[in-house]
């Protein structure tokens, strides 16, 4: 198994049940896994890492693409912690590794597939996570019978927390879906879509961390200016999306139901709501899901 990562800012994160998913996976497999030329989620890797040892991969399973351009600290933390294997080669990471992760900037892909292309085998399953890349664009610089997917995360994987979507290409199959889905079900929820939709979940997921984090703000500094203590604020108002979101996915509930569980007739939550509707907070919301969709479909494009 392998994880081609080249360049973008987002970790795998090896927290617990990270940790114990991959291990178990590449143990009963027996996968070699690599990563290829990143900053931050060689960082993830490593600082997740020595949390504890009970996911560290056995000797020798490990490749890394080592990119010059990296500090060499961050490098040999990871190889330190991971006891990886380095290689400044691309190629030498596919004849190495079946299950590839692909994580360039946009403009700089075309140049990795061109590299990696003429050893790319029926063996290997390649998985895109660059942003505005389709499935099409993949599978025209690649052999053509090469399974591809695509998935799009958000930063909460690095917490284990991530929303993420996945898409399949043509010669991608089910077994590829569901192997790709148990792997990255350690970094949070993944869902298999059309990959129409993969779009909006940038605009949803991936910009609404963005959203989140702005109504959050909000929220602690209108306690912030009735009199609450700013770190107090911030820590509450973090708290209640955190306990509001997981009552969502466990009950199954429809947002409008819980709202309405929260008010009482003539009661603090009505007059709240009400100040919310006056200020647009829906139809902004709304707008802002809708502006990040289209600026990624207009990503897509160029």
Not at 19 to 34: D, F, N, S, T
Not at 134 to 141: D, K
Not at 254 to 273: E, K, M, S
């Amino acid at each position: 198994m392998c994880l081609l990562w080249a360049g973008m800012g987002v970790g795998i994160p090896w927290g617990r049940r990270a940790r114990r998913c991959w291990h178990e996976a590449c143990e009963a497999q027996g996968w070699v896994w690599g990563s290829p030329g990143v900053r931050r989620v060689m960082e993830a890797l490593a600082v997740g890492e020595t949390r504890g040892s009970a996911g560290r991969p056995p000797a020798g399973r490990a490749m890394v693409w080592e990119d010059t351009h990296l500090p060499g600290l961050v490098g040999a933390l990871l190889v330190q912690a991971l006891g990886c294997r380095t290689t400044h080669s691309n190629q030498e990471v596919l004849r190495s590794c079946s299950l590839v992760f692909l994580a360039t900037k946009p403009h700089i892909l075309p140049t990795v597939l061109a590299e990696v292309a003429p050893v790319v085998t029926s063996e290997h399953t390649l998985v895109s996570v660059v942003a505005g890349v389709s499935l099409s664009t993949l599978e025209e610089l690649l052999p053509p019978t090469a399974r591809v997917l695509r998935v799009s995360p958000n930063l909460p994987c690095l917490v284990q927390e991530g929303a993420m979507v996945m898409a399949r290409g043509r010669h991608a199959g089910r077994n590829d879906a569901e192997l790709l889905q148990t792997l990255l079900e350690a970094c949070g929820q993944c869902e298999e879509v059309p990959e129409a939709q993969v779009d909006i979940h940038t605009g949803l997921s991936g910009s609404g961390v963005a959203f989140v984090c702005a109504f959050s703000e909000a929220l602690a500094e209108g306690a912030i200016k009735m009199g609450m203590p700013s770190g107090l604020a911030h820590r509450i108002a973090a708290q209640t999306l955190l306990g509001t979101a997981k009552m969502l996915l466990q009950k199954g509930q429809h947002p409008a139901q819980l709202r309405t569980d929260v008010c009482t007739p003539g009661g603090t939550t009505i007059y709240g709501l009400h100040a919310l509707e006056q200020g647009g907070l829906r139809a902004a919301a709304m707008s802002a899901v809708e502006a990040a969709t289209c600026r990624a479909k207009e990503l897509s494009r160029k």
